[in-house]
């Protein structure tokens, strides 16, 4: 067949996401850092009654009331919020905004690999910066690298480690690009970067509703910047992003408060214990602020491990990439997900 695409997409790699079985396939999936609880009742009585007309009819162009839920949630003025279609859209959006041939992206890695996808996709200039193996942030560096724009994943995934707010101060006082501060995980996290929105009009945070509210599958997430930063993102945003069911279901997640802090409590408390039986078993794990665990095996077998399980029917992550290769990344479930794969780990190791 021609190649009918632009150089730099015939030359990118295909982002690989978790494998996503059939539902009903009775399989344990703990490699998509989905939440394992169901999203709060709320929004199953939202669907249930939901309007044929809010279907007819194109849906507001910001998801209105999902701003407003999520302003009276977060004590923000609502012209502070966007609204994405995951905030993987507004992650596109920002590098579709703010970046080309000249203008440089810059994050330090390991993280989140959907920035080196958005990246090459846009043909930009990419500078990837290192962590330090304990995963201080290189901070001097990407100030000095100075990028149109800097991608923060705090907490960061696949480490789970927090950046410090001190470290995010910096860069955002220093860098005279936007500084994303991508905090999909805050949810399992004591604290956040959100102050930094009203003290730097070059700070955007971008949160999501997939994990700590259970909704991975409607597909919404949220920015939150100065308004004059949010203006150039909205130019770029498609025009009716939010469809009107995600907008209902959101908003009715977001307003229910307690029982997402109820579920992410849960999480964070099997956390502790799963994070204790895998380190019985000799595996390294690292401190954790979200909801999974970067995990190191006793012998030097993270693949085959990986291999192991998923014949089992668990589903893990494996990284097949420099730094990573010897670890697993293993997303907490339930009490009984998490024994089943203790007891699994156990048999293998
Ligand atoms: C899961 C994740 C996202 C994507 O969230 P969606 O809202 O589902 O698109 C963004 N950033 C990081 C670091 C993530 O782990």
Redesign the pocket.
């Known amino acids: 067949m021609s190649n009918y695409f632009r150089a730099n997409v015939d030359a990118m790699a295909a982002y690989v996401p978790g494998e996503q079985p059939q539902p009903g396939t009775p399989i344990i999936k703990l490699n998509s ?1 989905e939440n394992p609880y169901p999203p709060t009742p709320a929004v199953m009585e939202v669907l249930g009654n939901f309007d044929p007309e809010l279907l007819r009819r194109y849906p507001h162009p910001f998801a209105q009331d999902f701003r407003h839920a999520a302003s009276q949630v977060l004590g923000i003025p609502s012209n502070w919020i966007i609204v ?1 279609n ?4 507004l ?1 596109n959006v920002v590098m579709r905004a703010c970046t080309d041939l000249e203008r440089e992206v810059v994050y330090p890695t390991p ?2 690999v ?1 920035y080196s996808t958005l990246t090459q996709m846009q043909s930009a200039r990419l500078l990837e910066i290192p962590y330090s193996e304990d995963y201080q942030l290189p901070l001097e560096e990407i100030i000095a690298a100075n990028g149109a724009v800097t991608f923060i ?1 705090s907490p ?2 696949p480490s789970g480690h927090i950046v410090p707010k001190d470290d995010l101060r910096k860069l955002a006082r220093n860098l005279t690009g936007v500084l994303v501060i ?1 905090e ?2 805050v949810d399992f996290a004591e604290e956040n970067a959100l102050d930094l929105v009203q003290e730097f009009e070059n700070v955007l945070v ?1 949160r ?4 700590g509210y259970s909704l ?1 599958g409607i ?3 949220f920015g939150i910047a100065n308004p004059q930063l949010l203006s150039g993102l909205y130019k770029v945003k498609d025009s009716y992003n939010i469809d009107a069911i995600a907008c209902a279901v959101g908003t009715a997640a977001i307003s229910d408060q307690n029982y997402k802090n109820a579920c992410v409590a849960k999480v964070k408390k099997s956390r502790i214990k799963l994070a204790q039986d895998l380190q019985k078993l000799g595996f390294q794990v690292w401190e954790s602020h979200t909801n999974f665990l970067l995990t190191q095996p006793p012998q030097n077998n993270a693949q085959d491990i990986y291999l192991q399980l998923r014949a089992k029917g668990i589903l893990i992550r494996y990284f097949p990439q420099p730094r990573l290769d010897d670890k697993l990344r293993i997303t907490v479930g339930t009490d009984e997900q998490n024994q089943a794969l203790v007891s699994a780990l156990s048999l293998i190791v």
């Open positions: 850092n994405g995951g905030s993987d859209e992650l993280t989140y959907l994943a960061n995934s991508d999909a995980y971008i999501t509703l997939s994990k991975a597909r919404l997430g």
